[in-house]
């Protein structure tokens, strides 16, 4: 029994700064996802492994792991600043985040396949418009 009791130190460990559950709020998921990580880690990294937890759960919507369509907020904060990706994840002292994929943004090429999405369910929008109109007008 003595050994059992003996396994709490690395506890004692991250206290002094080592690792920190954090919980990972996915927009659009049911649930969060809860994980251990370094305080030094960088915000990049822990965006990949949200995103790798994520998909290996098999959940939905289906995000993609391309970890720079994605911003990470930290839940604590009052500022709706995303935080850098090259921050250490422990240099806010929050453990709850909130992960988003990105909007149209700097690039054009980020911004095409958007632009283009929209421009498709438009057309399908004004082609179901236009058949029902046609049906209307023709009775």
């Known amino acids: 029994m003595s050994g059992l009791l003996q396994k709490p130190r690395k506890q004692h460990g991250a206290k002094i ?11 659009g998921s ?7 990580v370094n305080e030094g ?3 990049a990294a822990v ?4 995103l790798r937890s994520y998909a290996r759960e098999g959940r939905l919507p289906i995000l993609g792991s391309d970890l720079n369509n994605f911003l990470l907020y930290s839940a604590n904060a009052g500022g709706a600043d995303a935080l850098s990706p090259w921050e250490a994840i422990g240099s806010r002292g929050a453990r709850t985040f909130l992960l988003c994929k990105k909007q149209q943004q700097q690039d054009s090429d980020e911004a095409t396949p958007t632009v283009i999405g929209r421009k498709g369910s438009g057309s399908w929008k004004s082609w179901i418009n236009k058949s029902l109109s046609f049906k ?3 009775h």
């Open 17 to 27: 700064g080592g690792r920190l559950l954090i919980t990972v709020n996915v927009l």
């Open 30 to 36: 049911a649930g969060p996802l809860r994980f251990l």
């Open 41 to 43: 880690e960088l915000v």
């Open 47 to 50: 965006i990949d492994t949200a």
């Open 136 to 138: 209307i007008s023709s």
